[in-house]
């Protein structure tokens, strides 16, 4: 059993900060891409930014110089902090990571997602 846990969203007025955090635990290995996307009501989720085991980036555009992703591979955990928030930034946040289970490889373990709120 695998477990993504995400914390840290909310309610922030606009210009503010946020730092999400997520914990993958459960019988979980050799993750190398961990990630969060983001969903608005009534829109696709999309991708917000993915880093790899050894710390290659991705950003998307919308987010690039306001956006950070960090992980901490010993912990099995991933961050992203989140500057100059946007009323558009308004959406709820999942956390995407890869990994084996039982000798199993799977891209797509999500949590259960974090509100994030951003007021004009």
């Known amino acids: 059993q695998v477990q993504l846990v995400e914390s840290g969203g909310g309610l922030v007025q606009a210009g503010g900060s946020l730092r999400l955090s997520c914990a993958a635990s459960?019988?979980?290995?050799?993750?190398?891409?961990m990630g969060w996307y983001r969903q608005a009501p009534g829109k696709q989720r999309d991708l917000v930014a993915f880093i790899s085991r050894v710390g290659t980036t991705n950003y998307a555009d919308s987010v690039k110089g306001r956006f950070t992703i960090s992980r901490d591979n010993a912990k099995n955990m991933v961050f992203l902090q989140m500057n100059s928030l946007k009323p558009e930034d308004t959406a709820v946040y999942y956390c995407n990571t890869d990994g084996y289970v039982g000798g199993w490889y799977k891209n797509d373990y999500w949590g259960q997602g974090t509100q994030v709120t951003v007021s004009s």
């Open positions: 459960g019988s979980i290995s050799g993750i190398n891409r």
